[in-house]
């Protein structure tokens, strides 16, 4: 999908992140990390379209000391300051470009208004938690939700710890005291998406295509709590239509972590969410479904947000009533009363950057789509969810997009039902 010239909801969003005057096809991250002190140095080598003639070309990088920049081969003149890289090409005309940017430093999480983002260390690791503008402080990228891209992501660490990273295990080589592990991911990308793990893991796979990772100590605990997973993502694939990537890991840190991280083909818990009585087992559900929903399926613009953690709090419901819990229309009147009582300050379609991961919007979101679900009835409802995954896998969504297909599966008339839900701030009646 072609990126807009224009300014889009994402820039007014996060404006000092992203350029829209190229796409990026494919990131080729070479990364050396000593643990102890924390520190990284890598060379992107980058893969890009120029979308109009470029006299500059921009990156977000956050706090790493950048050494040295080529474009398609040639050395060229670089600024690195206030976590942008401006690069200074003679002159790119419309087409195809490489990069290549070696940098080095002790990577630390970019500031946000939810506290650091990115490349975090543990207290024996690293994890990384992109979501939403955490990406550069481990890696150049465009880092704008609607530029997806492939990666292979090469790491090399000491040999203690086992790596996880997007995609599927391609190379493992040991040398002397350290290893380098080797992924690619094939189906497209946002960068914020991208994520590295390191810990000393024990691995278990449980099921065709899906691996556990996990602290030796938690191996009773994790076995359990992620006990069902298998019959989740067969009651996920009937509902929303085949997974979408060629495997599924889950990784148990083993710090505590304020919610879990989602990730490409992946979700990252912390030791808190494993209780050996499936305390938080809607979790596991909610970033189980992100791969549909937030992955493949990922939003052009960060105002449509709703469309990956509504549809992500929604499959809890789902999960709930198929594995002998509270129905989706038991959660549903339950939210509704609560979030009643709760200030209606903002239209669902357009939170603003601050309520990005507001539980409001979760939940109105859920809501939303148990109320077209109550109006069009099951077997619309779900075929409809379906359809929406297919068309757009590997993609780029927006809400008007799901809305326009919602309106042209049925006779009934939506508006009135989308204008509510979607586009006034008080909170509407449940069909």
């Keep these: 999908m072609a990126l807009s010239t224009t300014p889009t909801t994402s820039q007014l969003y996060f404006p000092m992140h992203g350029d829209d005057g190229y796409r990026v096809e494919h990131y080729d991250l070479t990364l050396d990390y000593r643990v102890g002190p924390n520190r990284l140095g890598g060379v992107a080598r980058i893969s890009a379209t120029a979308l109009r003639s470029l006299t500059r070309v921009a990156f977000d990088l956050g706090a790493l000391r950048v050494t040295g920049v080529l474009v398609d081969g040639a050395p060229v003149r670089f ?56 990406a550069p402080s481990w890696f150049p990228c465009n880092d704008r939700p609607d530029d997806k891209a492939t990666y292979r992501i090469s790491v090399t660490t000491a040999s203690a710890y086992q790596v996880v990273a997007n995609g599927e295990l391609v190379s493992k080589r040991r040398a002397a005291s350290t290893t380098t592990w080797v992924y690619e991911q094939a189906e497209p990308m946002a ?129 709930s009533e198929s594995s002998g819990g509270l129905s989706s229309d038991d959660h549903a009147k339950r939210w509704h009363r609560h979030l009643s009582t709760l200030p209606q300050d903002f239209a669902l379609a357009d939170p603003g950057p601050r309520r990005l991961f507001d539980d409001r919007v979760y939940k109105r979101g859920a809501l939303t789509l148990h109320a077209l679900r109550r109006t069009v009835g099951d077997e619309a409802f779900f075929a409809l969810l379906r359809e929406w995954t297919a068309g757009h896998r590997h993609g780029t969504v927006t809400t008007g997009a799901f809305t326009a297909l919602a309106a042209s599966r049925t006779t009934l008339p939506l508006d009135r039902l989308f204008s509510g839900w979607l586009h006034d701030r008080r909170l509407p009646a449940l069909p």
């Design 79 to 134: 600024t690195h300051r206030a976590g942008k890289l401006h690069l200074s090409p003679p002159g790119l005309r419309p087409g195809r470009f490489s990069v290549e940017i070696r940098y080095s430093g002790t990577p630390r999480p970019v500031d946000s208004h939810w506290g650091g983002l990115g490349w975090e260390q543990l207290t024996d690791g690293v994890i990384v938690a992109g979501q939403p503008i955490g």
């Design 191 to 319: 960068s914020y998406l991208a994520s590295v793990q390191i810990g000393r893991y024990q691995r278990a796979e449980p099921g065709p295509g899906t691996r556990l990772f996990f602290p030796a100590r938690l191996a009773t605990r994790v076995r359990h709590d992620f006990g069902r997973q298998e019959r989740m993502m067969e009651v996920f694939r009937e509902r929303f239509g085949p997974y979408p990537f060629g495997s599924y890991t889950a990784v148990v840190v083993d710090d505590e972590l304020e919610i879990p991280v989602e990730a490409q083909g992946m979700s990252i818990f912390g030791v808190n969410h494993v209780n050996g009585r499936r305390g938080e087992e809607r979790l596991v559900a909610h970033e189980l479904a992100h791969q549909w929903f937030g992955n493949s399926l990922t939003v052009a613009d960060w105002s449509d947000i709703w469309l990956h953690e509504g549809f992500a709090s929604y499959a809890e419901w789902i999960w």
